[in-house]
């Protein structure tokens, strides 16, 4: 089945304990993409302006990402990210933010993208989220990340979004903030009375919890990895491969969802083994199916 | 096969958001015993003062604690911890602690304790850990704890001791410090090199790892647990159900190590739920059982 992906297309300077990248490609839909590719067509929304010095079709050339999304604004700046990470590399600290084309009105979406069944709408605004997802005529299954900003800002625009989502995907201390409770699996209780089927909390190195409104649940821990260099884009491609593999199965039942958890996983993996996109672009399927043989063998017994 | 253990005895005093609990029975050994006896009778070893509040043979009523090993020194006191959790409650701040006995000679392993099998020497100076084990005449499966102190003071003394052991428990950030690199993965494999077969890596609420020597790994999420009200003795519980278990089981082969590692993490998250040795004292082995099938679940894909 088809799907979709509304996010940021970003300029991304990165600082890690390995080194710099320097305006690189980066955002949440472009992570996003490159992941999902792997395992399904891809439709993308996002905006650059005229300064965006990568070629996006360049980015996702020989892979099925349609860019027919694609909305570059000649008189408008790509959003800018600058951010390193320190010690263990487990938090990033924005040194720098230029929103740019992000604070204007949202992408139209496509008529030929408007039947889109698995839909994700990455990190924004939740009122831009609200507006994309008006425009997809009836989705089977929309998941939408978000991030403390919009917590603490938007709080009612993001509530009444839960209502119309089957999953949310968000990081435990932000899970924390939006169900204001210190405690995780209270935190996720009261997230599932907001509305989602299926809440997923990413938790970096320490794996993810999966919990499913009738009581099911599933973890898996973050795959081993001994060599981090930049941790940019992990969720992202987490939420890639995942709902790559949904749509691929064409459904979203638990146990196609621990499949989807486990490819996820591996995903991030590789995304943070090397700067940008280096290292999930570099992997090939099988590198990814290898690895995910690892991984299920590292929690059955 | 027998199991015997080596470690504190202490009078506790431990604030969390949810109350304060005033010298309380605590303590490595203790823990670690009352979790063990859920799956294998017990050999204890441990020192107390004239002062001790609480009476070690009514904390283990009922059962199959061996306490010929228990030592009473009417001149000295007993060791006492004062500690406080905050927040997320991950990390314990030690407020006030009195060594007392635990900076005397340690205690003598009984004579009729010197042939057990499954030996655990409870968090303690490598130096008398190595002493409590030269008393052992030929264990089968040697394990061992350790923190930051003995790590930044004896470090030699407890290189030497991992060069004795089959198996070292310790919590992450130790390992990361034991092997002075910041990535867990590569701290393994360094420790790895130091001499134990197997290296488990406690990771508190982001669950644990575990390292054999030929390569295989194994990684458990934490139990879900709601109501964390005192984290002390968790990972002495841990340990006390995983080497209960293994003595149980006669062996401590990979699968078998796989399925203590599950009862381990199952005996933490019941310490945590209440006070001092409420949670674990508290649960049936059906208890127990149940929580473990649970955790399966959780994981199997």
Not at 63 to 89: A, I, N, P, Q
Not at 135 to 153: E, K, L, R, Y
Not at 265 to 282: D, K, Q
């Amino acid at each position: 089945m088809s799907l979709l992906v509304t996010g940021s297309i970003g300029i991304d300077t990165v600082t890690t304990p390995y080194g710099v990248s320097e305006n690189c490609a980066g955002g949440s839909a472009v992570y996003f993409s490159m992941a999902a590719s792997y395992f399904s067509p891809v439709r993308f929304i996002g905006v650059i302006g005229a300064d965006c010095p990568f070629d996006i079709a360049e980015v996702f050339a020989g892979r099925d990402v349609d860019l027919r999304g694609l909305e570059v604004r000649e008189l408008s700046k790509t959003f800018r990210w600058k951010g390193s990470y320190h010690d263990t590399m487990n938090e990033a600290i924005t040194d720098n933010v230029e929103l740019n084309v992000l604070a204007e009105v949202p992408p139209e979406v496509p008529e030929v993208f408007t039947d889109s069944q698995f839909v994700f709408l990455a990190n924004t605004n939740p009122a831009l989220q609200h507006k994309l997802l008006d425009q997809i005529s009836n989705p089977t299954f929309v998941a939408a990340d978000t991030m403390n900003c919009w917590i603490q800002g938007y709080l009612n625009e993001l509530k009444a979004l839960l209502k119309r989502i089957d999953c949310i995907i968000i990081n435990e201390d932000e899970a924390k903030m939006l169900a204001n409770q210190r405690n995780l699996i209270k935190a996720v209780e009261l997230i599932q009375q907001m509305g989602p089927r299926v809440t997923i909390i990413k938790r970096g190195d320490a794996g993810s919890l999966m919990f499913e409104a009738n009581g099911d649940m599933f973890s898996l821990p973050a795959f081993p990895t001994a060599d981090v260099k930049d941790p940019t884009g992990a969720g992202d491609s987490f939420a890639g491969a995942l709902m790559g593999y949904l749509a691929n199965a064409g459904n979203a039942d638990f146990n196609t969802l621990k499949t989807a958890l486990g490819y996820g996983t591996v995903a991030a993996s590789f995304t943070i083994e090397n700067f940008s996109l280096l290292g999930i672009s570099s992997a090939t399927r099988a590198d990814i199916d290898k690895r995910f043989e690892t991984l299920k063998k590292l929690t059955q017994f």
